[in-house]
Structure formats: structure tokens, C-alpha cells
């Protein structure tokens, strides 16, 4: 027998998709902090949507925007007041602030969405939101030169109704992957992983490439350091504040950076004790790990693509 359950969630998911595509019909959409990285990302991509109206604020007040059919407001409050949906896209330490502010100016009904890398702050403040406003806790999993969402992540940490709000965020990033995290501390201990210790590591390589000869570097460099380069030069291209905001203000951060420097010293002492035995056992003893957990040939196989793509479409430099 079929899962009948299962089948009416599916319709309802369908039915609720449905609906808020009829919403966004001639509705008008607000980004708070237009001007920043993601907010002009947020700007650019709603506005290819019929029908849709952009009110755009930020603190910046030589803001402009040379967008069709949009509108530069000079207060949060004038922005969101007759807003149908509302995206806050301001520096994590404003998110709360900002959220209350919004909730008391929005009109019954409408969605106020927030797309904060660190999560703790942001989902108790939402669940204070007025019940006559929908929120969406996100957390877009791409940065602002994404040119195209298909396939990419979006995170979602369920505030109230996880069936409507994962519906609300398929329809309205229809290409997306929406992954679904249970809890906000699921959230920001995964992330203090995914772009805490990634984005700490890198920079300290990049703090040392700084002070090398780069130009020999790239003579010499094989598909390793191609890579682990490119991807370290990238982080550089984040805004200041956002990387400060991803190491200091996520508890969890911290926790994973040390973890991370006690295995780093572990290593460094076995190798400046000159004992290959237990250098080796440990290397093995990853490796073996790693290989229960996924497929390191094929790996070894994509990075090569990945560097093929890099040398043919760009070079090296």
C-alpha cells in the first residue's frame, strides 16, 4: 500500500509552492543592505522575476541602484512597510536589531527572511517575531559571484512551520538545493567546519604565501598547490567583516580552531622528532578514516578535471 501520508504532504508541499508563486505575481520584494555583496546579489536576482517591485535600503547612503523597477529608500521603515517579502542581508551583529525593527513596521502576512552565516542569535530573535509574520531562516551556501543558483545549497533552519517554510524556500529559489538542519546549533557547528576552519587555514597560507616569491611558486607549482592556492586567494575576496564575523562570532568556531592547532602540533611533533614510523601510521590511519567515509580515487580523479577546466579556461596566474 502506498504511503497516503506521505502523498497528501506531497500535494500540500505542491499546493503551497503553488500558492506562493501566485504571491510573488506583482509583489513587492525589500533587501535590506542593497549595497553589500549578498544584498546586491539578492537585488540583481529577484530582479529578473516578472511582476516583482525591489525597494532597496542600506546604510550607505551614496547608495544607488540602476535597476528597472526599483525604488531607494532612505529608512528601514519606509522599505519594509508595505513590503510583501523582506531580506535582510546586514552584517551578523545588526541582525537582531534589524529583525526587531522590521517586525514592527511589516504588515500581517508578509515574509521576513534572514540570511546570517552564524545562526544562534538570529533564530531566537526570530522566534520572537510577531505569529502574523512568516519568517525564513537562510543560509545561502554560495557566495556573490554565484552567476547561476542550479544545484547549489541554501540551508534552512526550520522557525516555525518547517512543511511551509522549506515550500516558500523552493518557490522561491525554484533551482536551489534547500537542505534542512533541525536546529540552529546543528547549523553554526557544521558551519564553524564548512567556512570557520576552512576560511582559518586559509588564511594563514595565505599569510604565508604573502611573504614568498609567488611568481617562482607558479613555475614550479604542480595540481596541489594549483588548487589549494586558488582556493586560498578566493577567500580574500570576502568582506572583512564577514570573516571576522565567521571566526569570533560562532562559539563553535572556536572550539574547531583549537582542536585544529593541537592536531596541527601533534604532526609538527612527530616530524621535528624525525619518527617516520609514527608519521606514517598516522597519515595511514587518516587515510583509512577518509576511505570509509568516501571515495578518495574518485576524488583524486576530480581534481584533475577541476584543474583541467582551470588551465583551459582561465590558466594559472
Known amino acids: 500500500m502506498p ?54 535600503y542600506d546604510i550607505n547612503p551614496s547608495f544607488h541602484c540602476e535597476i528597472e523597477n526599483s525604488e531607494i529608500c532612505h529608512t528601514i521603515d519606509e522599505c519594509v512597510k508595505n513590503a510583501d517579502i523582506v531580506f535582510l542581508c546586514v552584517p551578523i551583529k545588526d541582525i537582531p536589531s534589524t529583525l526587531h525593527q522590521c517586525d ?40 556573490p559571484g554565484a552567476d547561476d543558483i542550479k544545484n547549489m545549497n541554501i540551508l534552512l533552519i526550520p522557525v516555525r512551520d518547517e512543511k511551509e517554510e522549506t515550500s516558500l524556500a523552493k518557490c522561491l529559489f525554484e533551482d536551489a538545493l534547500i537542505t534542512v538542519l533541525p536546529s540552529p546549533k546543528m547549523h553554526d557547528d557544521l558551519i564553524a567546519i564548512v567556512l570557520g576552519l576552512t576560511h582559518f587555514v586559509n588564511i594563514i597560507f595565505g599569510s604565508f604565501l604573502s611573504k614568498e616569491n609567488f611568481d617562482l611558486l607558479k613555475k614550479v607549482s604542480g595540481t596541489t598547490f594549483k588548487l589549494q592556492s586558488l582556493l586560498c586567494r578566493s577567500i580574500f575576496t570576502d568582506a572583512p567583516d564577514l570573516v571576522v564575523s565567521l571566526l569570533s562570532e560562532n562559539p563553535s568556531t572556536r572550539r574547531y580552531i583549537q582542536n585544529y592547532i593541537n592536531n596541527a602540533n601533534k604532526l609538527a611533533k612527530l616530524i621535528f622528532d624525525g619518527d617516520e614510523m609514527k608519521l606514517k601510521a598516522h ?28 588551465n583551459k579556461d582561465i590558466g594559472f596566474d
Open 3 to 56: 504511503d497516503r501520508r506521505g502523498i497528501g504532504e506531497g500535494f500540500g508541499s505542491i499546493i503551497i509552492c503553488f500558492m506562493m508563486k501566485e504571491y510573488l505575481m506583482t509583489k513587492e520584494i525589500s533587501v535590506i543592505g542593497a549595497a553589500g555583496k549578498m544584498g546586491s546579489w539578492f537585488t540583481k536576482y529577484f530582479s529578473k522575476r516578472n511582476d516583482v517591485r525591489l525597494v532597496l
Open 104 to 143: 514592527s513596521r511589516m504588515k500581517p502576512g508578509a515574509i521576513l527572511a534572514e540570511i546570517s552565516s552564524v545562526k544562534y542569535q538570529s533564530f531566537k530573535t526570530l522566534k520572537k517575531i510577531s505569529p502574523e509574520i512568516r519568517t525564513l531562516c537562510l543560509h545561502p551556501m554560495f557566495g
Open 283 to 310: 597519515f595511514l590511519k587518516t587515510k583509512s578514516i577518509l576511505e570509509h567515509q568516501q571515495n578518495l580515487e574518485l576524488s583524486y580523479q576530480r581534481m584533475y578535471r577541476v584543474v583541467k577546466e582551470i
